[in-house]
């Protein structure tokens, strides 16, 4: 650190020094020049020389100074440039039309007060693009790879190398080193989209950053018109637009400023978008966490209730809590409890209660028509499991349609969050009680086979058949499937380590992040770089999750997927006959809990053809033992689908079933079981 001080001072020190021995120079030519017989006591070779030893210590004190900002504040580095920066661009015209406005006002021309003027703006110059390179260097290495670092380190090489050229007093315009120049100009570009900071700017921070881009970039164009004026002006005895350093490096700090301005412009209509995403997401493991914080079930509601009125952008709502057979609101949000009763009787004489209710134009219906509301859309959903109901939810808003698909998908998957964590504290609070364990995990299992979807969407373009036991009362293995569009679903497996509750828990956080996620429609890989950041901050250090993500476009008659440390897909190639394994990369889901988990994961696209089978499954199956203690194995299940994928995929699941239970014995279960075959059928649906 003292050593930073120090070489910071001498720096600073060395940048005087040399500026005001240039100053003084180019004064004692411009003296010569104007008075032909006068002593020449200038020495006009060794301003090449003083103006890179200017050059370097104003850039090394920056490169030094920027090391200090820290953080993903990126809106502050902005205004760190603005403020300490970008100000120089405006103070340099204000000298400008001074000295214009003096030598105006008293008629007469002065050389010498020109060259002064010129050369403060030369130093306002150098430390605005000290200062801008270095913070944007900040910023364009923000989660850089090992191949950026390079590429940066081998850029400031070779654009500190063009000081030679001006060392050497050579003419950088010469056609032997305009290539360089453009190849350097071409390097410059690749850098500029750098740009994955703005990325994390939110709505607002967007906003303000526009403004500070946008008065960097006029800062650029003053410094660049005024020297752009002045180019070979028979006026001066000095030109630094042939310094070819100084070119470039405005070149790079106004295309990077440009860059980041547009990309920002462009992206601020979607901020909102991400925003809302990001804060579902947060809200689907605020639920998921709410036993592990130690909350009750008010804190829940609270969650819920928060929640979906931010997911929806809810003009109005409340939460009607039933307590055995009374009922009572325990949160309101722009409405009263005359309009309340109103609603409710109206609901009453329909017979909707502890129904899902959706109706997205209020006015066309008279009952409601009649009851004057100043809401045009509403939705119903009810809180409750298989034995019980918690409660209700109701939400209005005061535009038609106001609850689309994508919004109705993500409040259900808010409801059936609040379901599981719910009956999840309950359980936990009963599994104080010995004597009444069997029952809690009874209850666990029944919320967690309400949550494991029993049958799939039946189409013309390919069949499932689905097979799923647990070794305990509740067990870590998962599926599920969201549908994307018309012609693409989403279908995800995976194992949770460890058995028991535990595994429930965070079975339950998988598939809430799995609808919160896929919502965006995001490719698998990216999913799993999204969901094991996500999980980092909620999974115990000693857990991780196993998962496999497909995404199946009947219309491109194709599949992509991503692993994540799970089994290998098993598939059959109807064109080829011939069954293999997928053979991917993959990293289990908070195994490695930081950036670096980006590069252990890989994404696959594969053409299917109609008879292809696919079978996924878990560990469970393939690590089965006997009573000799030895494995089923992966080459026996590949043996039992060569032998079977001519069948229908439920009658390949029941030939795997039956040959595993004789290998293993009856009763010799020793970890949770799940099995998907999925069979392309050979007539596909029309596009």
């Given at each position: 650190m003292l050593y930073k001080t120090n070489a910071k001072s001498l720096l600073v020190t060395a940048a005087i020094i040399s500026w005001v021995l240039l100053l003084g120079n180019v004064l004692l030519m411009?003296?010569?020049?104007?008075?032909?017989?006068?002593?020449?006591?200038?020495?006009?070779?060794?301003?090449?020389?003083?103006?890179?030893?200017?050059?370097?210590?104003?850039?090394?004190?920056?490169?030094?100074?920027?090391?200090?900002?820290?953080?993903?504040?990126?809106?502050?580095?902005?205004?760190?440039?603005?403020?300490?920066?970008?100000?120089?661009?405006?103070?340099?015209?204000?000298?400008?039309?001074?000295?214009?406005?003096?030598?105006?006002?008293?008629?007469?021309?002065?050389?010498?007060?020109?060259?002064?003027?010129?050369?403060?703006?030369?130093?306002?110059?150098?430390?605005?693009?000290?200062?801008?390179?270095?913070?944007?260097?900040q910023l364009l290495l923000y989660h850089k790879s090992k191949f950026l670092q390079i590429a940066w380190e081998w850029f400031e090489l070779l654009l500190l190398s063009t000081l030679i050229l001006t060392l050497l007093n050579f003419n950088y315009t010469n056609y032997i080193f305009l290539p360089l120049f453009g190849l350097i100009g071409c390097y410059i570009l690749f850098l500029c989209t750098n740009l994955k900071w703005v990325a994390?700017?939110?709505?607002?921070?967007?906003?303000?950053?526009?403004?500070?881009?946008?008065a960097i970039l006029v800062s650029c164009y003053i410094f660049t018109k005024f020297f752009q004026e002045f180019a070979d002006s028979p006026d001066l005895v000095i030109d630094y637009s042939d310094v070819g350093f100084l070119l470039l490096a405005m070149f790079f700090v106004g295309c990077y400023t440009l860059a980041a301005f547009l990309v920002s412009l462009f992206s601020l209509p979607t901020s909102s978008v991400f925003e809302q995403k990001s804060e579902d997401l947060l809200n689907f493991q605020r639920l998921s966490q709410s036993i592990q914080q130690g909350q009750n079930e008010s804190q829940v509601y609270d969650t819920l209730f928060e929640s979906t009125i931010k997911a929806a952008d809810a003009s109005a709502g409340w939460y009607e809590m039933v307590r055995g057979s009374n009922t009572h609101v325990s949160h309101l949000l722009n409405i009263n409890n005359e309009q309340i009763e109103r609603i409710r009787h109206l609901l009453m004489a329909y017979n909707i209660q502890h129904i899902d209710y959706i109706n997205n134009n209020l006015d066309r219906n008279t009952g409601f028509r009649d009851l004057a509301l100043p809401w045009k859309s509403l939705i119903i959903l009810p809180i409750k499991s298989k034995k019980q109901v918690y409660g209700t939810l109701y939400l209005l808003r005061?535009?038609?349609?106001?609850?689309?698909?994508?919004?109705?998908?993500?409040?259900?998957?808010?409801?059936?969050?609040?379901?599981?964590t719910i009956e999840n504290l309950r359980l936990v609070a009963e599994s104080l009680q010995n004597e009444r364990y069997k029952e809690e995990l009874k209850i666990a299992t029944q919320v967690q086979e309400s949550l494991i979807p029993k049958t799939f969407p039946t189409d013309s373009w390919f069949e499932i058949a689905t097979h799923a036991v647990a070794a305990k009362e509740v067990g870590g293995d998962f599926y599920d499937f969201l549908q994307l569009s018309e012609s693409r679903i989403a279908i995800i497996i995976g194992d949770v380590s460890g058995k028991g509750i535990s595994a429930a828990f965070h079975m339950a956080q998988m598939k809430g992040i799995f609808h919160g996620l896929m919502q965006q429609d995001m490719p698998p890989s990216e999913f799993m770089k999204q969901a094991n950041s996500a999980l980092s901050r909620c999974l115990e250090k000693t857990s991780f999750i196993?998962?496999?993500?497909?995404?199946?476009?009947?219309?491109?008659?194709?599949?992509?997927?991503?692993?994540?440390?799970?089994?290998?897909?098993?598939?059959?190639?109807?064109?080829?006959?011939?069954?293999?394994?997928?053979?991917?990369?993959?990293?289990?889901?908070?195994?490695?809990?930081?950036?670096s988990y980006n590069n252990?994961?890989?994404?696959?696209?594969?053409?299917?053809?109609?008879?292809?089978?696919?079978?996924?499954?878990?560990?469970?199956?393939?690590?089965?033992?006997?009573?000799?203690?030895?494995?089923?194995?992966?080459?026996?299940?590949?043996?039992?689908?060569?032998?079977?994928?001519?069948?229908?995929?439920?009658?390949?699941?029941?030939?795997?079933?039956?040959?595993?239970?004789?290998?293993?014995?009856?009763?010799?279960?020793?970890?949770?079981?799940?099995?998907?075959?999925?069979?392309?059928?050979?007539?596909?649906?029309?596009?």
């Open positions: 411009a003296e010569s020049a104007r008075q032909p017989g006068a002593l020449k006591l200038a020495l006009p070779y060794i301003n090449n020389l003083l103006i890179i030893v200017f050059i370097l210590c104003v850039f090394f004190f920056q490169r030094l100074s920027a090391n200090n900002l820290k953080g993903i504040d990126f809106s502050s580095y902005l205004w760190n440039l603005f403020s300490k920066a970008a100000v120089a661009a405006y103070l340099s015209i204000a000298i400008y039309f001074a000295y214009k406005l003096a030598t105006g006002y008293m008629r007469v021309q002065s050389p010498l007060l020109l060259h002064i003027v010129y050369q403060v703006n030369f130093g306002l110059l150098v430390y605005f693009l000290a200062k801008a390179f270095y913070i944007w260097r994390y700017l939110s709505f607002n921070k967007k906003s303000r950053s526009l403004v500070l881009l946008g005061d535009i038609e349609q106001g609850f689309d698909r994508e919004t109705i998908n993500v409040l259900r998957t808010f409801t059936s969050q609040t379901i599981l196993t998962s496999s993500l497909y995404i199946i476009d009947y219309r491109m008659q194709g599949f992509m997927f991503a692993r994540a440390g799970h089994c290998h897909t098993l598939y059959y190639n109807a064109m080829m006959d011939d069954v293999f394994y997928f053979q991917t990369e993959g990293l289990g889901l908070g195994i490695v809990r930081d950036k252990h994961v890989r994404e696959m696209y594969y053409d299917y053809n109609p008879g292809d089978v696919m079978v996924i499954y878990t560990d469970g199956i393939v690590e089965a033992r006997n009573g000799a203690q030895e494995e089923y194995g992966e080459d026996r299940l590949k043996y039992m689908l060569t032998q079977t994928y001519h069948l229908e995929a439920e009658d390949i699941k029941f030939a795997i079933i039956n040959d595993l239970e004789d290998f293993t014995g009856p009763g010799n279960l020793y970890d949770d079981q799940t099995l998907l075959v999925i069979k392309f059928k050979p007539v596909q649906p029309k596009a």
